[in-house]
């Protein structure tokens, strides 16, 4: 099973950055940490390749938040 939250000393900053995200932003974030390319998440979910691409950004600015 993966584990996220693998270092025990920043698993709570982890914890905080992964609970600030919605639902299906953890959703998009665990495809990609599978492996799964923008094209292969687009083609599942649906959508075109730009707006996974723009839900990508919008996680990663809610990040950036928390530097």
Same mark, same amino acid.
């Not at 996220?4 to 900053?13: A, E, M, N, V, Y």
């Given at each position: 099973h993966f584990n996220?939250? $693998?270092? =025990? $000393?920043?698993? =709570?900053?982890h914890r905080v950055l992964w609970n600030a995200l919605l639902p299906q932003q953890r959703e998009l974030v665990m495809k990609k940490l599978r492996g799964m390319s923008n094209t292969d998440i687009a083609a599942a979910e649906g959508v075109t390749e730009a707006a996974v691409r723009n839900r990508l950004k919008k996680v990663q600015e809610r990040f950036k938040i928390f530097k």
């Open positions: 996220l939250f $693998r270092c =025990s $000393r920043t698993q =709570s900053r």
